[in-house]
């Protein structure tokens, strides 16, 4: 596209949080998106549970991508941006988004669709005493850990007495029973504040329950209010407000929904107990521009249970009124059905069908349960292709100059520079804390001068991100050399947009780059900015070391250890991420690894005698080991079974997810010996994967290389690994002891 006709946004619309509502947000605006409109959506995770699977997905009927949606795919397919993080605070004035570990996200129109959990909060003792059914994942993992360490004499306590409560009974006790092969479970109790259980359904429904647990050896105790709980001689102990204290093992807390304190705190309009107040619009009556649904918010037209019904329904309603409220449009009201069909899980593959006064039990209300959650789960889980805007947020068309007139505006640079947490170096008498036309440095004596550079297009939607794994990537370099970096000027390059977004962009990728560059003691001493197409990031980075200190890549011994400090695959991961077939989880690992800074990795490789090292790149594993053995008569064997590897690398790379920089790598296999026989391994094609903010790639003599594995190992490097070792081959010979060819390889 040419650049003077480059479709500027000028609206943000902040999603916070992935629930069943903004599910069919995100996918609307990515069937029909609006142009003009730039949609980033904010969750802490990137896999979000469909509630209706849970009960199954506990009774261990579904596995967990069959229950789960992915977020981050999902947003990848619609164009939306995705930023990992947890909300802690929402300024309406300022209209940011606060988010933990990160710069605010500032917002036009905002959606909050968080949900809820259980209000322990309202029971003293009961955060420290067993578990919450929600967060779904956490209980999850708390449970399949409890599991193995009860026995028939265990006692296991739920609290609660709605739907949940019972569902959640059943399936935990059916799921002790199939993994233990045995009908003698531990004794399951289930204690009900109320008279009755499942107060809000039919008299049916009720004695159908009631009846199903007695069968199954689960004791209900109605009109027992848990008042409190505490731990006791390695058991927990359970107080009543009418009945003497009961024991138990672990504790499932499956109460009524309770909402989190940072809404209420915020000045948005809430009831008592917390939840927002939204109108028949789904709408603040307090702040017109935020709009919530799904358990977060109290539905003022009429009182609504908490379920995951009522969010999916109001999902269509509430993307319908946000483009309309960007569009500048009349509203339409959400009008919710007063009843609708719940059909309750039992454990095993049965199910209970209550409304109204109706009710009716069998295992083909389970197979007609099952069949309507997996075809509301294919709804995000086949998606589309998505479409061109055709709606439009704005009216503006601006012609982009070229040029030095390209570059971004001088006020947006300042006030984006005042926010910045940018530490002043002392050898640096001019620069950003007195800005001039460059930079004045005056290197520390005795040492020697390193320079380098680096810059990429965006690989990922989040500019904070981006910032921190760029700045990570550019300074691996010096650290490669054995140097310290000293200081950084930045390149950075904005999408046209208006000058609000543009701003917000520039502040949320300097944030994220600066925070990198304090971390690492690295001052920024200045840069330059630009709008254009698409964004990019990148640093010329100064470094300063001892003479005769600095490593380089062709001092190599034959018989030395070669260590790579970090697993290979960034690069198919990246490549399958653009086109949306990359898992969400897989994503998350290569991002957590990318944020990891070689500068510990460095300073233990040296410690430990390296005589050469290199980072891993552009070039890939193979051709950045060719760079270290071309100076020298050297050659080299590499054990493809031990190279570290990210989860999905080898499934992304196999089904032919590539960098476009991976057939040029590609040529570099002329310098392998027997390469044939090895092309079917799954950890081929990454020996030429390019990496970004890849590990070190460093040789040891043989005595130190377990000593500096183990050191790695127990540093921020898990995944280090010796991967082979120099010989006088002047080849390099590959050697396999599997053929390696799982999911995750």
């Not at 609307?28 to 142009?35: D, K, S």
Request: aromatic share 6%; glycine share 8%.
């Amino acid at each position: 596209m040419d650049s003077n006709t480059q479709q500027s946004n000028t609206t943000d619309l902040v999603l916070v949080g992935g629930g069943h509502s903004h599910l069919a947000v995100i996918k609307q605006l990515g069937m029909n998106p609006v142009a003009g409109l730039r949609v980033t959506v904010i969750s802490k995770d990137s896999h979000t549970p469909y509630s209706g699977m849970m009960p199954g997905l506990v009774a261990g009927h579904y596995q967990h991508d069959e229950a789960h949606i992915d977020l981050r795919r999902l947003c990848q397919f619609a164009q939306v941006r995705f930023f990992q993080s947890e909300v802690t605070h929402i300024d309406l004035d300022q209209q940011q988004v606060h988010c933990q570990g990160r710069s605010p996200v500032r917002y036009d129109w905002l959606s909050i669709n968080i949900g809820s959990q259980p209000a322990i909060d309202s029971i003293p003792g009961a955060h420290s005493c067993g578990i919450a059914v929600k967060p779904i994942d956490r209980f999850l993992s708390h449970w399949q850990q409890t599991v193995p360490q009860l026995s028939p004499a265990s006692k296991v306590a739920i609290v609660g007495g709605g739907a949940a409560s019972a569902e959640v009974a059943l399936a935990c006790q059916y799921q002790w029973q199939q993994c233990n092969g045995s009908d003698n479970s531990p004794e399951f109790t289930l204690y009900c504040g109320s008279d009755e259980i499942l107060p809000s359904h039919n008299r049916r429904t009720r004695k159908t329950m009631t009846a199903l647990l007695k069968q199954r050896g689960i004791t209900l105790k109605v009109q027992h209010k848990v008042t409190g709980a505490e731990q006791s001689d390695g058991h927990y102990q359970l107080h009543f407000d009418k009945t003497e204290s009961q024991t138990a093992d672990e504790i499932i807390w499956a109460i009524h929904a309770g909402s989190p304190q940072w809404p209420q705190k915020t000045g948005l309009a809430c009831d008592a107990q917390g939840f927002i107040s939204v109108n028949s619009y789904l709408q603040s009556p307090s702040h017109p521009n935020v709009f919530a649904a799904g358990d977060i918010a109290d539905f003022s037209q009429q009182p609504l249970a908490k379920s995951g019904v009522y969010a999916v329904r109001a999902g269509k309603h509430l993307s319908n009124n946000l483009r309309r409220s960007v569009m500048g449009q009349a509203l339409l009201p959400y009008r919710p059905q007063r009843q609708f069909l719940s059909l309750l899980m039992t454990g095993d593959k049965q199910a209970i069908a209550s409304r109204g006064p109706f009710s009716v039990t069998g295992k083909w209300l389970w197979r007609w349960k099952d069949k309507i959650d997996r075809a509301f789960m294919d709804q995000y889980q086949q998606l589309p292709t998505a479409t061109a805007a055709t709606a439009t947020a704005h009216d503006e068309s601006t012609m982009r100059c070229g040029g030095c007139g390209a570059k971004v505006g001088h006020q947006i640079l300042h006030r984006v520079m005042a926010q910045l947490n940018i530490t002043d170096s002392p050898d640096t008498p001019i620069g950003l804390n007195a800005p001039d036309d460059a930079a004045v440095m005056t290197p520390p004596a005795n040492k020697q001068w390193l320079q380098t550079v680096d810059y990429f297009r965006a690989f990922i939607d989040d500019p904070y991100l981006l910032g921190r794994i760029a700045t990570n990537h550019c300074l691996s370099d010096i650290y490669a050399m054995g140097a310290t970096p000293h200081s950084a000027l930045a390149i950075a390059t904005i999408p046209y947009a208006s000058e609000t977004l543009v701003e917000d962009t520039l502040l949320q990728l300097m944030s994220g780059a600066v925070d990198s560059l304090n971390q690492q003691n690295t001052a920024l001493i200045g840069g330059h900015s630009s709008e254009g197409a698409e964004l990019g990031f990148g640093l010329s980075v100064n470094g300063i070391a001892d003479p005769g200190r600095l490593l380089t890549k062709g001092n190599l011994q034959s018989g030395q250890a070669l260590i790579l400090t970090k697993p290979l695959g960034t690069g198919t991961l990246l490549a399958a991420n653009m086109q949306g077939q990359a898992e969400g989880r897989w994503i998350d690992q290569a991002i957590q690894h990318m944020l990891i800074s070689n500068q510990q990795a460095a300073d233990i490789i040296y410690q430990h005698g390296a005589t050469a090292c290199t980072d891993i790149t552009g070039f890939g594993l193979l051709g950045h080991l060719l760079e270290m053995l071309k100076p020298t008569n050297c050659g080299a064997s590499l054990e493809l079974h031990q190279l570290p590897v990210l989860n999905g690398a080898a499934e992304c790379a196999r089904n032919g997810w590539l960098s476009s920089l991976h057939p040029d790598n590609v040529k570099a296999e002329q310098w392998l010996s027997h390469a044939e026989a090895f092309k079917q391994h799954s950890h081929y094609p990454l020996l030429f994967d390019p990496q970004t903010a890849g590990g070190l790639l460093a040789a040891i003599n043989t005595e130190q290389s377990e000593p500096c594995l183990q050191a790695l190992q127990q540093s921020d490097c898990p995944d280090a690994a010796i991967i082979g070792y120099i010989d006088n081959s002047n080849l390099i010979t590959l050697t396999s002891t599997t053929t390696s060819l799982g999911k995750n390889d």
